[in-house]
Nanobody, 120 residues
Framework: QVQLVESGGGSVQAGGSLTLSCATS?????MGWFRQAPDKEREGVAR???????IYTDSVKGRFTISKDNAKNTLYLQMNSLKPEDTAMYYC?????????????????WGQGTQVTVSS
């Protein structure tokens, strides 16, 4: 069983920055950040595999950085140059096996989410 607890969300103005954290327990090979805006489907934002390889959705490339600290069992998402369209509930997710892309079925465990609101 893997437990995930997100923190770090909040309200910022466009152009601002936030860092999300996800404290984890247990082992997982693949970890990712997803987001869901009202009336929209959940979408992948960034993910990192056990070898440190990362992928990002196109809309956040160059602005967001995913990283993990294995010693602290914590996953991070550094978000810079935030835009109003980044407003969403952000979820941390963990998958036990091969990462692949952002397919939801690859992720076995999910956190409760942390809200990010970006105002113009």
């Amino acid at each position: 069983q893997v437990q995930l607890v997100e923190s770090g969300g909040g309200s910022v103005q466009a152009g601002g920055s936030l860092t999300l954290s996800c404290a984890t327990s247990g082992h997982s090979y693949c970890m990712g950040w997803f987001r869901q805006a009202p009336d929209k489907e959940r979408e992948g934002v960034a993910r990192i595999d056990g070898d440190g390889r990362t992928i990002y959705t196109d809309s956040v490339k160059g602005r967001f950085t995913i990283s993990k600290d294995n010693a602290k069992n914590t996953l991070y998402l550094q978000m810079n140059s935030l835009k109003p369209e980044d407003t969403a509930m952000y979820y941390c997710a963990a998958g036990l096996y091969a990462c692949g892309g952002f397919q939801l079925w690859r992720y076995n465990y999910w956190g409760q989410g942390t809200q990010v609101t970006v105002s113009s």
